[in-house]
């Protein structure tokens, strides 16, 4: 215990403890002390990207040939082809020794844990530790992923791909696609928002919207009505090189018949002929599925019966085209199709981000 003599001065019991405060710091600031005050950067990266972590002789043989043929096939659906995801790529040792290498977004690391001399399947096995290797080998086939996040950065999204021989590895990676896919979709959500409603939501058009379709939709606020009439609402942003447009509207609802690719046509021509033009006479919107197929799938939009559609659109008599994505979305209390359309017009432009930023705000959707 340590006492101060009677009329020690206030100041000189101050300085004693900022001794004190700076001694403990110092203590506490050695090699394994330093780690828990040390503070995890931002994870970055472009969105729909892909680091992928693995031995060299994986990614310059079939294995590597399989993710490339599967995670970066073509992106549905867009006038010239872009893929699902940029892939990179990343060997194990430039990945452990490079700390910056270690601060993306978005990792998939895939190693044969059987393999005694893949770096990969060491690193891959001091990062998983004892319970998810034992997981794995009780049931290879249902517990060959792991999913982590914030491992070295904040934001940050890493998938473990396990296999207990080449051939598996193969067949996970296939089989296993469309899901580490939605999980980089996922994690893109956060800087597709940020960049979406950077300047804001207009929050009076949101009101608008709701009170005549029946719809709760966020709607940035550089996104400007060119149409309102109460049955439809076409919205634009436009910048010096891209043009982006929502339309919304609705149909009365009859049977599920209606969600199909076939109606999907029939009620965005609709509207595209009656809303959407140029300065030319005679010019209108219309699906073109002569060039491209129009791809549709049914699906659960936040709770409600749907059907998703996606192609290229044309104006007819002048030449104007580009990529859309729509989704009829049932709305039982008012017995009513709800039509969202996401369509834009970015020539000599990549295309796939700026659908997904379109993508994103469609989801926001909710029928309440």
């Given at each position: 215990m340590m006492?101060?003599?009677?009329?020690?001065?206030?100041?000189?019991?101050?300085?004693?403890?900022?001794?004190?405060?700076?001694?403990?710091?110092?203590?506490?600031?050695?090699?394994?002390?330093?780690?828990?005050?040390?503070?995890?950067p931002n994870a970055f990266g472009e969105i729909a990207s892909l680091v992928v972590v693995?031995?060299?002789?994986?990614?310059?043989?079939?294995?590597?040939?399989?993710?490339?043929?599967?995670?970066?096939?073509?992106?549905?659906?867009?006038?010239?082809?872009?893929?699902?995801?940029?892939?990179?790529?990343?060997?194990?040792?430039?990945?452990?020794?490079?700390?910056?290498?270690?601060?993306?977004?978005?990792?998939?690391?895939?190693?044969?844990?059987?393999?005694?001399?893949?770096?990969?399947?060491?690193?891959?096995?001091?990062?998983?530790?004892?319970?998810?290797?034992?997981l794995f080998l009780t049931n290879p086939q249902k517990n060959n992923v792991?999913?982590?996040?914030?491992?070295?950065?904040?934001?940050?999204?890493?998938?473990?791909?396990?296999?207990?021989?080449?051939?598996s590895l193969v067949e996970n990676l296939k089989a296993n696609m469309p899901t580490l896919v939605k999980k980089v979709r996922s994690q893109d959500a956060v800087?597709?928002?940020?960049?979406?409603?950077?300047?804001?939501?207009?929050?009076?058009?949101?009101?608008?919207?709701?009170?005549?379709?029946?719809?709760?939709?966020?709607?940035?606020?550089?996104?400007?009505?060119?149409?309102?009439?109460?049955?439809?609402?076409?919205?634009?942003?436009?910048?010096?090189?891209a043009s982006f447009n929502l339309l919304i509207s609705t149909f009365n609802y009859t049977d599920t018949k209606q969600f199909s690719v076939e109606n999907l046509k029939a009620m965005r021509d609709t509207l595209g002929k009656k809303y959407v033009s140029t300065r030319t006479p005679n010019s209108y919107m219309i699906v073109n599925d002569v060039d491209l197929p129009l791809y549709g799938q049914s699906l659960n939009f936040n709770g409600k019966y749907a059907f998703e559609g996606r192609g290229i659109w044309e104006i007819e008599n002048d030449y104007m085209a580009g990529a859309f994505i729509c989704y009829l979305i049932h709305n039982p209390k008012t017995n009513q199709i709800v039509l969202i359309d996401g369509f834009l017009y970015a020539p000599g432009e990549t295309k796939r981000n700026k659908m997904l930023q379109l993508e994103h705000i469609i989801q926001t959707a909710i029928i309440p």
């Open positions: 006492y101060f003599k009677k009329g020690e001065s206030i100041s000189k019991v101050s300085i004693l403890l900022v001794w004190l405060t700076i001694a403990l710091f110092s203590n506490a600031c050695t090699k394994d002390g330093a780690s828990q005050f040390k503070m995890k693995a031995d060299k002789e994986i990614w310059d043989g079939p294995i590597g040939d399989t993710i490339r043929y599967y995670y970066s096939s073509a992106y549905l659906i867009l006038p010239q082809p872009e893929p699902i995801l940029d892939l990179k790529y990343f060997s194990p040792t430039d990945f452990k020794n490079v700390p910056l290498k270690r601060e993306l977004k978005s990792y998939l690391i895939l190693a044969n844990i059987n393999d005694e001399s893949s770096p990969t399947a060491s690193l891959m096995k001091k990062e998983l530790g004892p319970k998810n290797l034992d792991v999913v982590g996040y914030d491992r070295w950065a904040k934001g940050q999204l890493i998938m473990f791909q396990m296999a207990d021989s080449q051939e800087p597709l928002g940020a960049n979406a409603y950077q300047s804001g939501r207009n929050t009076t058009l949101e009101a608008d919207i709701e009170a005549k379709m029946n719809v709760r939709l966020k709607i940035p606020n550089d996104f400007l009505p060119a149409i309102n009439d109460g049955k439809a609402f076409w919205l634009r942003k436009e910048t010096d090189k």
